[in-house]
């Protein structure tokens, strides 16, 4: 049922996007998401140091791994990945993503790996207060539920579950096309 899904962590985990090469152990894998062209998503791409260094696109946020991972972490959410790419959205706001903030805030303020300071009810729905570690200090992040429609909120999980390993929405599992998104 989850196999779509699955083949795609099974996938980044195992080799070079760019040159196929399998990862063995004691590489670097360099987990990079880039913004996607021509659309508002992000693709995650896993490369080895080489192609990373050689990529010209410029990273939206980044973390180095090492392979393999530890058993127990094969299936796991990349947190570590998903903290930095949420400092970064943080530290540049762009208009049309608060949806992405707040969910991608939600979920990881479920697994606890950022802290809520307060949670607010407002005119609009609530808002969450949270601290999100960065590289030199942590960001206190207001972020207010969008007031978008559940199909987008729908899409920004699916964003996050293919992009992270969170759980994906119920309906992603038969939506979610099974092509190779980067370009
Ligand atoms: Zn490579």
Same mark, same amino acid.
């Given at each position: 049922?989850?196999?779509?899904?699955?083949? %795609?962590?099974?996938?980044?985990?195992?080799?070079?996007?760019?040159?196929? %090469?399998?990862?063995?152990?004691?590489?670097?894998?360099?987990?990079?998401?880039?913004?996607?062209?021509?659309?508002?998503?992000?693709?995650?791409?896993?490369?080895?140091?080489?192609?990373?260094?050689?990529?010209?696109?410029?990273?939206?946020?980044?973390?180095?791994?090492?392979?393999?991972?530890?058993?127990?972490?094969?299936?796991?959410?990349?947190?570590?990945?998903?903290?930095?790419?949420?400092?970064?959205?943080?530290?540049?706001?762009?208009?049309?993503?608060?949806?992405?903030?707040?969910?991608?805030?939600?979920?990881?303020?479920?697994?606890?790996?950022? %802290?809520?300071?307060?949670?607010?009810?407002?005119?609009?729905?609530?808002?969450?207060?949270?601290?999100?570690?960065?590289?030199?200090?942590?960001?206190?992040?207001?972020?207010?539920?969008?007031?978008?429609?559940?199909?987008?909120?729908?899409?920004?999980?699916?964003?996050?579950?293919?992009?992270?390993?969170?759980?994906?929405?119920?309906?992603?599992?038969?939506?979610?096309?099974?092509?190779?998104?980067?370009?």
């Amino acid at each position: 049922m989850h196999s779509t899904y699955k083949d %795609k962590l099974d996938r980044r985990a195992g080799a070079c996007l760019e040159c196929a %090469k399998e990862f063995a152990g004691g590489d670097t894998i360099v987990s990079a998401v880039f913004r996607a062209e021509g659309q508002e998503e992000f693709v995650r791409r896993d490369l080895c140091s080489a192609c990373f260094e050689a990529a010209e696109a410029e990273p939206f946020s980044v973390w180095r791994g090492t392979h393999p991972p530890p058993v127990e972490d094969q299936h796991r959410v990349d947190f570590d990945l998903a903290l930095r790419f949420l400092a970064k959205l943080v530290e540049e706001p762009e208009e049309g993503r608060e949806g992405l903030v707040y969910v991608l805030a939600l979920l990881l303020s479920r697994k606890r790996r950022i %802290k809520v300071l307060e949670t607010r009810r407002t005119a609009g729905g609530e808002t969450l207060v949270v601290s999100v570690p960065g590289d030199e200090e942590d960001a206190v992040v207001e972020t207010e539920a969008p007031t978008i429609t559940p199909e987008a909120v729908d899409r920004v999980q699916a964003q996050l579950a293919e992009l992270f390993g969170f759980e994906p929405p119920p309906a992603a599992e038969t939506a979610t096309p099974d092509s190779p998104a980067e370009a």
